[in-house]
């Protein structure tokens, strides 16, 4: 895939073009901010409390989603996933107007039918690949995080110099920009949460540390092998790859890498996670997932509810307090 850069962008399409941010979260607020150090005209959209104050707060022109949405010439849509069906119904497409922009950074609502555009507007996504807080970060530093984009319509035959117009305008093409599909970045994401980065990553430190305080290993011990020292490792990682973190641990970590890694995670769970891409692509994990939402999130409440019960929880809070500075 082509790495693209500033080079290959341009922010005047943007001129004169009113972008409105719907919802004041990390992401939102994030982008909103560094949109508006471009030099663009930025409004936020969001109903009152926190994150309207918060908007007024960095300087913002706020109001409700439906009046951004009017005077948007540009909506881009940065509420949670489940949102956005139920905001865009409402509030969004009474004030949709032939040749304007519909942008996410995220396509599942889109992908899964959350979302119908019209076919007189325009469809893209620019996907920051990184959370608000390290977008902004970095965006301050004078650089940036890398990034996604799409074009799913392309109503005004701009729709892809628009795309990369705002992904320079939050620092994403200094460090390089990927096009895809809105399937591509919704499936790939999905699937990169729920089987390494979140669900895979977070039950293998549960149970590595249930295993050792059941084996009678003091907890504390257990949380600084199994949890605290992940950051290390996965920042080795990211500095320089797999090979960059076996050439700093010592060789009997990386032996035991070879040695017990696909005898802890043999071959069927490979299997098993094609049938969670296959669950994510079908859209059945999606259904279950909205209509989780739509019932008031019980399940979601129950988990949240007993991991902050689980002992990893009570032990880190205690281990994670002797890095504080005093």
């Given amino acids: 895939m082509e790495i693209i850069h500033d080079d290959a962008t341009d922010l005047s399409v943007l001129k004169g073009k009113t972008i409105a941010i719907i919802g004041f979260g990390a992401q939102g607020k994030a982008q909103a901010l560094c949109l508006r150090d471009s030099g663009l005209n930025v409004i936020v959209g969001v109903r009152a ?3 309207f104050d918060s908007a007024v707060q960095e300087g913002f022109k706020a109001m409700s989603v439906a009046e951004a949405a009017k005077e948007a010439d540009i909506i881009h849509i940065l509420l949670p996933d489940e949102m956005h069906g139920p905001v865009f119904k409402a509030e969004i497409e009474p004030n949709l107007a032939p040749g304007k922009t519909l942008c996410c950074s995220h396509g599942f609502a ?3 039918g959350e979302i119908v555009a ?6 893209i996504m620019i996907a920051p690949k990184s959370p608000g807080t390290e977008v902004r970060k970095r965006f301050v530093e004078g650089f940036g995080v890398p990034g996604l984009i ?9 729709a892809r110099e628009v795309a990369l117009a705002i992904a320079k305008a939050e620092g994403l093409t200094r460090a ?3 096009e895809c599909t809105m399937e591509q970045e919704t499936y790939e994401d999905l699937f990169g949460e729920q089987n390494v980065l979140c669900g895979g990553l977070v039950d293998l430190m549960k149970y590595g540390f249930e295993v050792l305080v059941e084996a009678g290993y003091p907890p504390e011990m257990a949380y600084f092998e199994c949890v605290h020292e992940a950051k290390l490792i996965v920042d080795l990682i990211y500095e320089g790859g797999i090979q ?3 050439a700093v641990i010592s060789n009997t970590a990386e032996w035991g890498e070879y040695d017990n890694g696909p005898w802890i995670l043999p071959a069927d769970v490979k299997e098993r996670m094609k049938e969670s891409l296959r669950r994510i692509e079908s859209g059945e994990f999606a259904k279950k997932w909205i209509a989780e939402a739509r019932s008031g999130y019980p399940v979601l409440t129950k988990k949240r509810e007993a991991l902050g019960e689980h002992t990893v929880e009570i032990v880190g809070k205690r281990i994670r307090s002797l890095f504080e500075k005093k």
């Fill in 49 to 51: 409390g926190k994150s």
């Fill in 110 to 112: 889109h992908v899964f």
């Fill in 118 to 123: 019209p076919k007189d507007v325009d469809v």
């Fill in 150 to 158: 799409a074009v799913r319509q392309n109503y005004s035959g701009k």
């Fill in 176 to 178: 390089g920009v990927l």
């Fill in 244 to 246: 960059k973190m076996n």
